[in-house]
């Protein structure tokens, strides 16, 4: 994973996910980030995440790779080299009490191996991207399918506010947010993330 220098995601990027957890459409970007520790491939074999500290949720999402400085008015084929797949883990119940006391919820959301990656793609145009569902399986079984042409803020907008607040350069890479259909995992269930019919990546959960 050496070639990914910063992990931004963006919550709430779809109106029924937003919803599904009764929170409010956001009128900005919500931009939270991952420590690099947090990375892990997918390799077809088990990942270790947390088992005892309550529900662990997946949250599926494209990730884009970035290629360059940002710069205002490059386009997104000269911003964006690479796509992948991910899974941001959310410990569901951590992140409530950090929400009710007003606290980051970077315990929730940023603990080892939360950031599921599989390899990299080269990037497609937007007409491709906007003709591609990406969905997850748990144990064969759809659970989550989301198309980038229903979020809420668009590529070119999530960078530029990224850009504005906290930088962005070559080898950043961004979770840009997760469809509706969240929700728990358990020991040794097997999670498959697809990009239409193609598989990209699988594993197994092993909870410890």
């Known amino acids: ?34 420590p690099t520790h947090a990375l892990a491939k997918t ?8 088992g005892s500290r309550g529900e662990l949720h997946y949250e599926a999402e494209l ?11 490059a386009t997104l084929d000269e911003m964006i080299d690479q796509i992948a ?5 959310t410990l569901r119940d951590v992140q409530s009490e950090l929400k009710k006391a007003g606290h980051p919820w970077l315990l929730a ?3 080892k191996n939360s950031a599921i990656l599989t390899p990299f793609h080269p990037f497609p145009d937007m007409e491709k991207l906007y003709q591609t569902d990406f969905s997850l399986l ?16 668009d590529l070119e907008t999530i960078m530029a506010y ?10 950043d890479i961004i979770y840009t947010g997760t469809p509706a259909g969240v929700g728990p995992v358990s020991d040794g269930d097997v ?18």
């Open 1 to 34: 994973m050496e070639s990914v220098k910063n992990i931004y995601c963006v919550g709430r990027n779809y109106r029924l996910h937003a919803a599904e957890l009764g929170n409010d459409v956001p009128t900005k970007p919500m931009i939270f980030d991952k």
């Open 43 to 50: 390799t077809g074999e088990a990942i270790e995440l947390p």
């Open 63 to 73: 990730v884009i790779h970035i290629a360059r400085p940002y710069e205002a008015g």
């Open 85 to 89: 797949l991910g899974i941001d883990f």
């Open 109 to 111: 959301k940023g603990f």
């Open 138 to 153: 748990k144990n064969e079984e759809q659970v989550q399918r989301g198309n980038l042409r229903d979020v809420i803020f």
């Open 162 to 171: 990224i850009s504005e607040h906290f930088g962005l350069d070559k080898g």
């Open 191 to 208: 999670l498959t993330l697809k990009w239409g019919e193609e598989s990209w990546g699988q594993f197994t959960v092993k909870m410890k």
